[in-house]
């Protein structure tokens, strides 16, 4: 029996040291990632430093060229657009990058199925697994599963999901970081492979904390010019699935750029990549509009004074 407890003690203190040395390997790994999107998300956690950033889900990262941003409105941007993911993770990503400055602007692209519906709240923990020591982070955690504190425990457990991609963006990445962050999509729809209805989810319901970390995420940008945004996408959105963000933006007087049902791209082939993100030739337009519609609401104006 003895024996039996040292062996077991000896396999227990192995696990922790494998473990730790493991995951501490994958830290560094992590975080002198060269390029791909370990790289890209390390520089949105940890090096942004420009004037205009652009939040939000795929819809973000492929629909904002921040290029154009900079010729037409003469400021630094960035685009930190994060595909599957919405205000869980932006709002975790928000707090790190307020541990070094605050952005002048902020675009926030809304889309309703990760920022407004019901659905599985875990899965936008993934990208901030690795980022669980970090101010203000693992309250996050606990407000969607308390129990995650224990699998925090261990630091493998925080790259469990992403071993492969942190070693190859470590030592030979494949994926690009983007331009600024911005990851154009090339080809045209094939409306063979489109659907001929979308909402699916219209009947799911708002999810309540997803709405209080839309109202915490505005709290932090007192002193940033914070603009809500819904690009266009080949469907068209119903509008009631926007409904809660435009409430907000209503009674808190937060600009909202509105191009969701936006006739020039709605079923519009030449401009879209599938049915819910636009080619690089959308984009670009798409982001020459949201310049006009800046300045035509006078918004422009104020981004020098912020």
Known sequence: MKRFILRTLSFLLILVVADFSLGQAF???QSHAIGGNNGRV????NKTSEDILIFGSSRASHH???????????????????????????????????????PKVIIYEVTYSFDLLKDDNHKYLGYLKSYYDRPGIKEIFQSV?????????????????NFLSIMADRFLPINS????GFLPLSGELDTLKIRRKGDDNQHVGFDSLKLDYIQKFIDHCKDVKLIFAVSPSWYGINPDLLRPIYDICKEQDIPLLDFSNDPKYVHNNAYSKDGAHMNARGADEFTRDVVKELRKRGIISHLGDV
């Open 27 to 29: 830290a560094f790994m």
């Open 64 to 102: 904002y060229n921040p290029q154009i941003l900079t010729d037409s409105l003469g400021l630094s941007a960035f685009n930190c657009g994060e595909r599957g993911n919405g205000i869980i993770l932006n709002y975790g990503r928000l707090l790190m990058i307020e541990e070094r400055y605050k």
């Open 42 to 45: 390390n520089y949105v956690c």
């Open 145 to 161: 599963d308390k129990t995650e504190q224990w699998k925090m425990k261990s630091l493998l457990y925080r790259y469990n999901s």
């Open 177 to 180: 970081m983007g331009t600024k």
